[in-house]
C-alpha cells in the first residue's frame, strides 16, 4: 500500500529538504520500502507529527534544514545524527533488514519508525542532558499520538521505571498529558530547550513529582481505581 500525500501541512513552518539513499536496491527491504510507502511523502508527514506534538507558534521547532534517510544493511532498527556545521542536517539510518522482518506489517511500521526517529530530528535534549529514556519517551509518545503503536507495545507499571524508555515512557507521557492538560508533553519538550534537564520539570508543569506521577500511574495500571489515583496525586509531595 502506498501512502497518499499528507493533508496540507498545519503548522505554519517550512519543511526540510528531504533525500533518500537506498544502499542497496537489490537488497529485498529496498522493494518492500518503495512498496509500502512513497519516502517524500512519508517524511513530510513525520515531520509534521513532531510539529504538531511538540512544538506551538510560541515554542517554534529548531530549523532543520535537511533529513536525509538512508536506508542500509545494518543490525538493529535505526538511529539519527546531526551533521552540517551546526548539527541541523539530520541523517536517518534505517535497517534494510529490519524491514524485511516487518514486512508483514510494512507500512505501518516503516512510518511508525520514520516519525519515532524524526522526533529525534527536532526534540530539544537540555543540551545533553536529558536521560536516554525520556528521550526515547517523547519519541514514542509523538509515535503513539500518531496512531503508529505496534500491536505488541504494553503499558507497564509496577516493576518497571517510569524513564525505561520507549513505549513505556511514551504511553506515561500520553497520561501525563491526558491528565493535566493537551501540550503539556509539548511544555516538557520546551523546558529542555535552553536549559538542562531536571525531573523539578515534571513538579513545574503539573505540581507533583515524576515519582509521585508515576505511582498514580501504576495505581491506575493495577486497580483502575480513580479515587485512589487522585489519592495519590493529592498527598503531600517533598520530592523534587
Ligand atoms: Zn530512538
Not at 536496491?25 to 513525520?46: P, T, W
Not at 499520538?145 to 500491536?151: A, I, K, S, V
Not at 504511553?171 to 501540550?183: H, K, P, Q, S, V
Request: charged share 25%; net charge neutral; glycine share 8%.
Amino acid at each position: 500500500m502506498i501512502i497518499p500525500a499528507p493533508p496540507a501541512p498545519s503548522t505554519p513552518w517550512p519543511l526540510p529538504r528531504i533525500k533518500l539513499h537506498i544502499e542497496d536496491l537489490d537488497h529485498e527491504g529496498a522493494a518492500i520500502f518503495q512498496g509500502a510507502v512513497n519516502a517524500r511523502d512519508a517524511l513530510h508527514l513525520a515531520v509534521q507529527a513532531s510539529y504538531r506534538w511538540l512544538y506551538t507558534v510560541d515554542n517554534p521547532p529548531p530549523k532543520v534544514t535537511q533529513i536525509l534517510l538512508i536506508l542500509r544493511s545494518m543490525p538493529g532498527v535505526a538511529h539519527t545524527i546531526g551533521t552540517g556545521r551546526d548539527g541541523m542536517e539530520k541523517e536517518i539510518h534505517f535497517s534494510l533488514e529490519y524491514i524485511v522482518h516487518s514486512k508483514a506489517r510494512a507500512t505501518a511500521e516503516i512510518m511508525g519508525v520514520l516519525v519515532h526517529e524524526t522526533v529525534h530530528c527536532y526534540q530539544h535534549n537540555g543540551k545533553n542532558t536529558c536521560p536516554g529514556g525520556l528521550i526515547e519517551g517523547i519519541a514514542d509518545y509523538v509515535r503513539l499520538r500518531e496512531g503508529y503503536g505496534p500491536p505488541h507495545w504494553k503499558r507497564r507499571g509496577e516493576g518497571a521505571q517510569w524513564d525505561a524508555g520507549y513505549e513505556t515512557t511514551g504511553y506515561f507521557l500520553a497520561w501525563i498529558e491526558d491528565t493535566y492538560g493537551a501540550g503539556t508533553v509539548s511544555k516538557l519538550n520546551h523546558c529542555m530547550k535552553n536549559k538542562s534537564y531536571h525531573k523539578r520539570h515534571f513538579k513545574d508543569l503539573t505540581k507533583c513529582s515524576v515519582k509521585k506521577l508515576w505511582n498514580a500511574y501504576c495505581c491506575l495500571l493495577k486497580d483502575d481505581d480513580g479515587a485512589k489515583v487522585l489519592e495519590i496525586l493529592s498527598a503531600r509531595d517533598d520530592d523534587d
